[in-house]
């Protein structure tokens, strides 16, 4: 399979909520388009919530990604049943996914679960060429031939963030300079709250970015967009020492 265009998509959230007026993109999505960009992909990243798909773009792509949460999950679904009656390979992932596989491989060829920067590498390296096979994807949820599904062992948590690139939100569809414009400083949180899904998504054992990274992200960031800019991290203030450097 040859592969060149990639469409990212985070569904739209269904009604009103509490940053509807202040759309604020996840950012598996943008992330995810980056680093696929720096391997040669034509790559564009699509958030419902802040503009109109462009449906030509994303059906002649070679491949879709979807990103979805559970309060987006019916639309998610809805456009991976689209996409698959087109003959289109479709990939999900995102918190849902990530704890609902088997429902979410009713509606997608693959899902990976938890974080997706190397299991999607290798995803795609094994749609092009066949390797590495699909039981040795950690992270990695998809139908054997005999329509099974199989839960591949999960992936251990990326423990160095400062090897990850920094968003480019050029890559998103219609962004403008006044979108508010999120920054992550960490992934997880040294916690347990029983009813939090970070544990289950990023691990409880928490990673955060060195402070040089930190800063010379946060000066870009002021540099690249006058617009808010709003910290995604899960618990922000875990690491105090780093805080204070920063």
């Keep these: 399979m040859v592969i060149r265009r990639i469409s990212f998509i985070e569904a739209g959230s269904p009604g009103l909520h509490i940053f509807s007026k202040f759309p604020i993109p996840r950012l598996g999505a943008v992330l995810l388009s980056t680093i696929l960009r720096e391997k040669g992909y034509e790559v564009k990243a699509f958030i419902e919530d802040i503009a109109e798909l462009d449906w030509s773009f994303i059906e002649s792509s070679d491949v879709v990604c979807i990103s979805t949460i559970t309060s987006t999950a019916i639309k998610a679904y809805a456009m991976g049943k689209r996409f698959k009656a087109l003959g289109m390979p479709v990939i999900m992932g995102g918190a849902h996914p990530t704890f609902m596989p088997d429902e979410s491989l009713e509606y997608a060829d693959f899902v990976i679960r938890g974080e997706g920067e190397h299991s999607l590498v290798e995803l795609l390296e094994h749609l092009e060429r066949g390797i590495p096979a699909l039981r040795l994807i950690k992270g990695l949820s998809y139908s054997d031939r005999d329509g099974i599904n199989v839960h591949n062992p999960s992936r251990e948590f990326i423990e160095d963030l400062d090897i990850l ?20 400083t960490s992934r997880g949180c040294p916690f347990a709250c029983t009813f939090c899904s970070v ?14 990274t930190t800063l010379n992200e ?9 617009a808010t800019k709003f910290i995604v991290d899960d618990n922000f203030t875990a690491n105090k020492k780093g805080l204070r450097k920063s």
């Design 165 to 184: 690139p920094e968003p480019d939100f050029s890559l998103v569809h219609n962004w403008t300079q006044s979108n508010t414009y999120p920054v992550s």
């Design 199 to 212: 544990i289950g998504m990023f691990g409880r054992n928490f990673c955060f970015k060195s402070v040089e």
């Design 218 to 226: 946060l000066k870009y960031v002021a540099s690249a967009s006058k």
